[in-house]
């Protein structure tokens, strides 16, 4: 189960301040960072993990063993990285390679902290694919056959994880300290202001009035917010909070309710600007400009939240799915109000990144920068110095907490790749999928969809991604899909754990909140989140649709033929139709997706 940014456990109330400086720390480390210029790797990736150390050990700690424990793991922790960003100049000469006994311990404590971390921040899933690599790397000169590697000294085994540029500080790590670091900042300011209101808000207006509104307004703040949090399990907690007791309200089965949310938010991965922070790590992977992989992911996230929306269509002639009422939507004012506390940075932001043409994560520092000004008011736009403080406070505790979270996954999956190159294991498996699929593409794409949900129900979206990618990707790009394709497949993928059986995250947290058995919610939300699974295996089949970057109009034309084809589905698999009727719908879908 995938484990939410957030937490119910909160820090003591005398540590507060400590943990709000904590968070300023790491706040300004990272913003830092993008102003000071670069860094070396073996200086700022190693005080990242320093950083983020007393969040997943001691902050998310449940009992006083974890505490102690946790404070011991982080005081030696910060004391390794520490000694790596010290020696970076020497280090840098081994070319990691170890040859002090010192060096040797601190790198074994290192990996085995970054697993520790890990475990505590998410559970064991990740941390045990990581230990099955690391025993590969270790023993995997015993393993008869084409899947055995030639051997590997335990010194350099060690030292490329630990004092290289690779394992625990290669370019996946890179990424989680310059780019999504920066990005969960500007998110959480976001999300201390008065932008949650504003999302819910712009939402109520477009579509509280329409049938099925209270489950649209769900679709679209959802939309808006995951496109910051980038999270299916805190995109349900924060907006499923008002949405699913307003649609409970209005008389919605509460399978529904909770499926209409769980769906809803699981589009916040992907979509656009952070996608659960796939979007930077596929920049470091294909070396796609960053522009050009939001540019490929809009359509089919549209596509995605479309088929929603045209799934509660369907589910209306089912149930009597009512509109918000009157006096529970905002006026225009407050709508207008509250939407200058998104619309004001995300424009900033899309002006810095296409016009102005700098990197992503120095327009984002500056949208924070506005953010944060914007935390002086109110939602009445009353300036407050007081609230501006609780406010930011706030935001730092916040931001703390989801880089250390996320930093922990990424460290930990940067293990992972770093013995997949190693032991060169990821080229074997490449060419078992090429041979079990017969070097023909549909069959390569479903074994790496089946690898990737079921790595992904246990994983979180992004490691499960780099993992599988790191594996399937060659051999997806070997058969003909361009690079970028194949990952946004198996990114697409990936997700689908979120609402899939038997382990479905967002579905278990939005089955809690509405009070419903999750089979009955996971089963609605499957139907409703019937474009996750056809919309990737779409994707190979109009190639176009993510070319909006060099072909706008073949782009739109493509997305408009699978627009067409998945309402048709969407409608055949939940409208109370004949089930002739019904049938033919799928078909006539199928026939426009993929045979048109």
């Avoid at 390679?97 to 890990?118: N, S, W």
């Avoid at 940075?345 to 994560?361: D, M, N, S």
């Avoid at 924070?368 to 406070?393: C, D, K, T, W």
Wanted: positive net charge; contains cysteine; aromatic residues 8%.
């Amino acid at each position: 189960m995938q484990a939410p940014f957030d937490t119910s456990l909160q820090p003591a109330r005398p540590w507060a301040s400590g943990w709000v400086a904590l968070g300023a720390a790491s706040v300004a480390f990272h913003l830092g960072l993008v102003f000071y210029g670069l860094a070396p790797a073996l200086v700022s990736r190693p005080l990242h993990m320093a950083l983020l150390l007393p969040w997943v050990l001691v902050y998310m700690a449940r009992t006083r063993v974890q505490r102690a424990s946790g404070w011991l793991l982080t005081l030696l922790g910060v004391a390794a990285c520490g000694y790596i960003a010290f020696n970076e100049p020497a280090l840098a000469n081994q070319y990691g390679f170890i040859d002090t006994h010192l060096q040797m311990a601190i790198g074994v404590f290192l990996i085995l902290l970054a697993l520790e971390a890990a475990r505590r921040a998410i559970g064991w899933p990740l941390p045990l694919v990581a230990l099955i690599a690391l025993a590969y790397g270790v023993l995997g000169e015993h393993v008869p056959g084409a899947f055995g590697h030639a051997g590997i000294p335990l010194p350099s085994l060690v030292g490329t994880l630990t004092i290289a540029e690779g394992g625990l500080w290669g370019s996946l790590t890179g990424v989680s300290v310059s780019v999504v670091a920066i990005f969960v900042i500007f998110g959480a300011v976001l999300n201390a202001g008065e932008a949650g209101q504003g999302f819910m808000n712009l939402a109520s207006a477009i579509a509280g009035r329409l049938t099925g509104g209270g489950a649209k307004v769900s679709v679209i703040s959802s939309a808006l917010m995951g496109s910051i949090s980038g999270s299916a399990s805190a995109n349900v907690a924060s907006t499923g909070a008002i949405t699913i007791p307003s649609m409970v309200r209005l008389g919605y089965p509460r399978s529904l309710a909770g499926a209409v949310e769980a769906v809803a938010s699981s589009g916040g991965q992907i979509m656009p600007p952070l996608m659960g922070a796939g979007a930077f790590v596929m920049v470091e992977l294909t070396g796609t400009p960053y522009t050009q992989i939001m540019a490929a992911a809009t359509l089919p996230a549209i596509l995605y939240f479309l088929t929603v929306w045209v799934g509660i269509n369907a589910f209306a002639t089912r149930h009597d799915l009512k509109p918000v009422a009157e006096s529970e939507r905002p006026a225009p004012r407050e709508v207008l109000i509250t939407s200058l506390f998104f619309a004001v940075p995300f424009v900033l932001l899309l002006e810095r990144i296409f016009l102005a043409g700098f990197t992503p994560q120095y327009a984002a520092s500056i949208a924070i920068f506005a953010g944060m000004a914007l935390l002086l008011f109110n939602v009445r736009l009353r300036f407050s110095l007081p609230g501006f403080v609780e406010r930011l406070s706030e935001a730092a505790l916040t931001a703390g907490r989801q880089i250390a979270v996320i930093g922990a996954i990424i460290i930990c999956a940067s293990v992972v790749v770093g013995v997949l190159s190693l032991t060169g294991l990821g080229v074997k498996i490449t060419s078992g999928i090429l041979s079990l699929s017969n070097d023909m593409l549909w069959p390569a794409l479903l074994l790496t969809a089946l690898a990737c949900l079921i790595l992904g129900m246990e994983v979180p979206t992004t490691a499960a991604y780099v993992i599988c990618v790191s594996v399937a990707g060659p051999a997806l790009t070997s058969l003909g899909l361009s690079p970028l394709l194949a990952h946004l497949f198996v990114f697409w993928f990936a997700l689908l754990s979120t609402i899939t059986p038997p382990v479905c995250g967002a579905v278990f947290i939005a089955a809690g909140m509405v009070g419903e058995n999750w089979l009955k919610v996971a089963l609605k939300a499957m139907a409703l989140g019937i474009g996750l699974y056809i919309i990737p295996l779409a994707m190979v089949a109009n190639p176009d649709i993510i070319a909006l970057a060099f072909d706008p109009t073949g782009a739109v034309i493509s997305a408009l033929k699978v627009a067409v084809g998945l309402t048709l589905i969407s409608y055949g698999v939940i409208a109370r139709r004949a089930l002739g009727w019904r049938v033919v719908f799928v078909l006539l879908g199928v026939v426009a997706i993929f045979v048109v």
